[in-house]
């Protein structure tokens, strides 16, 4: 993500505003035979085993304490895939790549992390009113970024599921990230370090996640 003030990711954020329809999570990550051989063909053997490797993650994991499911998924993600900037990889100024997308290519940047994870997290179980895909500036980097966050109960302190560090820990923990915007499949609103943010609408004033919804419906590469 090339937004570096928080004024350019603000006017980012107002230059995705467009439409959202609804997403069968289930539906989208169930990994076809068909799809792990194009996979394979397209991108090698150890792309398909990646892919393989998130299959078993979703069926092992359904059962395991929320706060272990989110340790195993942060811990996949940050230690499977490469950090790879949209522009040198998919030769875009900015694209959300699908969970699919991410694994097979087994690059991407902070946004294909976070919504990894967030996808990921739904399948196992994990409520959507609990997560958070948030809009950071991240001041080490002197630029935006993206993170998970996880809240146990609208009112805590959540979570930070983050590329940048492996360990996951509260946003007061977090001093190097300002929060800015987070949403998820209903909603959107001004962050805050601590409780939910105030909301400011639906996450349909995304394009870039309404775009992504739908290669996820279609399990595109």
């Known amino acids: 993500m090339k937004i570096s003030t928080l004024s350019g990711l603000r006017k980012g954020i107002a230059a995705l505003i467009c439409g959202l329809f609804t997403l069968t999570v289930a539906a989208t990550l169930e990994i076809s035979e068909a799809l792990l051989l194009e996979i394979r063909n397209e991108y090698g053997v150890v792309a398909e085993q990646r892919v393989i490797q998130?299959?078993?993650?979703m069926?092992?994991?359904k059962d395991l304490p929320e706060q272990e499911k989110l340790e195993r998924v942060n811990d996949f993600f940050n230690q499977n895939v490469d950090f790879v900037d949209d522009l040198i990889h998919w030769s875009l100024e900015d694209y959300w790549a699908t969970?699919?997308?991410?694994?097979?290519?087994g690059a991407g940047d902070?946004?294909?992390y976070s919504i990894a994870k967030y996808f990921t997290?739904?399948?196992l179980g994990v409520d959507e009113n609990k997560m958070r895909i948030t809009y950071v500036k991240a001041y080490q980097l002197n630029q935006a970024h993206m993170v998970l966050t996880y809240f146990a109960t609208p009112k805590s302190v959540p979570l930070v599921l983050d590329n940048l560090i492996p360990a996951i820990k509260p946003?007061?923990?977090?001093?190097d990230l300002l929060p800015v915007y987070s949403f998820n499949g209903s909603?959107?609103?001004?962050?805050?370090?601590?409780?939910a943010g105030k909301r400011v609408g639906g996450s349909d004033r995304?394009?870039?996640?309404?775009?992504?919804k739908q290669r996820m419906l279609q399990n595109a590469l």
């Open 54 to 57: 998130w299959q078993k993650l």
């Open 59 to 61: 069926q092992t994991a």
């Open 99 to 105: 969970p699919i997308e991410f694994l097979a290519t």
């Open 110 to 112: 902070c946004e294909d």
């Open 121 to 123: 997290l739904l399948e």
């Open 171 to 175: 946003a007061t923990q977090r001093k």
């Open 187 to 195: 909603g959107l609103w001004l962050a805050k370090s601590r409780g």
């Open 206 to 212: 995304l394009s870039l996640w309404s775009e992504l």
